[in-house]
């Protein structure tokens, strides 16, 4: 296989800073090409937030597995189908939203891995190998093995279940999503809200006691984030979504330039 995606997971539990750009208004492998000459090691695109195709999600896929960056697509919530679409297309993993109890979490599991470690449907050609045919009893113990499964914690009932969801076997990672966390918790934005660091350590301590991994994503204030690591978090950071970037650089064009003019003309 060209890649391995359990490569992300190694890395992270071997401390390595990674970065991670989510990909929401590009449908052009142009912006793949961007994220690595920018530094980062993987991409996330969005199929939550976004009208994207799950053709175009394959397309950008298999683009970051070309570069040698790791793929994820977080998909529409609770869109179980969609899974095994994004996979065969040339995902290396799944960002599941808005999780709230274990048994949601082990659907997701086993939508991502095929029999009889889960429900995947049989394939035999994916981008992964050169799509290649390739036996299944060749292909499958690969696929199930390098398949990343995060499970995105957004809510007050999904931190209270946070054990038995981190206690699923196939589940590799977790994330805290803290804009809809504190949006539920009726403080949209606060992120220095004592109730967040609370259910990071809470997120923490379920990693911890079940070896997985735990992220946090939605502040993009990196003296905050960096302040929350001692809870258990791991080093992979979303800097962005393209979106976001090409506004900020787009007002900064703009503003120097207005200025340049304002000057020019008086």
Same mark, same amino acid.
């Not at 999600?57 to 070309?66: G, I, N």
């Not at 809510?155 to 981190?166: D, H, Q, R, S, V």
């Not at 997120?203 to 905050?224: F, N, S, V």
């Given at each position: ?38 530094? %980062?090691?993987? $991409?996330?695109?969005?199929? @939550?937030?976004?009208?994207?195709? =799950? #053709?175009? !999600? &394959? +397309? ?31 995902? %290396?993993?799944? $960002?599941?939203?808005?999780? @709230?109890?274990?048994?949601?979490? =082990? #659907?997701? !599991? &086993? +939508? ?49 279940? &946070? ?104």
């Amino acid at each position: 296989m060209q890649h391995t995606e359990a490569g992300l997971l190694a890395r992270l539990r071997a401390g390595e800073p990674t970065l991670m750009l989510a990909i929401r208004g590009a449908r052009t492998a142009e912006v793949v090409h961007l994220a690595r000459s920018t530094g %980062h090691h993987a $991409v996330l695109v969005d199929l @939550e937030h976004s009208s994207m195709s =799950a #053709d175009t !999600a &394959a +397309a950008l896929c298999t683009a970051a597995d070309a570069l040698g960056l790791t793929p994820l697509v977080r998909i529409p919530e609770r869109d179980y189908g969609i899974i095994g679409r994004v996979l065969d297309g040339g995902a %290396h993993g799944i $960002v599941a939203p808005r999780i @709230e109890t274990a048994e949601q979490a =082990a #659907d997701v !599991a &086993a +939508a991502c891995r095929f029999p009889p470690h889960g429900r995947r449907s049989q394939i035999a050609q994916v981008p992964a190998t050169g799509m290649r045919p390739t036996p299944a009893i060749e292909l499958n113990p690969v696929l199930n093995q390098s398949a990343i499964v995060q499970i995105l914690i957004e809510t007050p009932a999904g931190i209270a279940n &946070a054990e038995e969801i981190a206690a699923i076997d196939g589940v590799d990672m977790i994330a805290l999503g803290a804009n809809d966390l504190t949006a539920e918790l009726g403080v949209p934005g606060d992120y220095r809200d004592p109730r967040v660091r609370e259910a990071v350590a809470t997120l923490g301590e379920a990693c911890r006691k079940h070896g997985k991994l735990l992220m946090i994503g939605g502040i993009a204030d990196p003296e905050l984030l960096l302040s929350l690591f001692p809870l258990g978090v791991c080093p992979l950071v979303m800097t962005g979504a393209d979106s976001a970037h090409l506004y900020q650089g787009m007002k900064a064009s703009a503003d120097r330039y207005a200025a340049a003019l304002a000057t020019g003309t008086e």
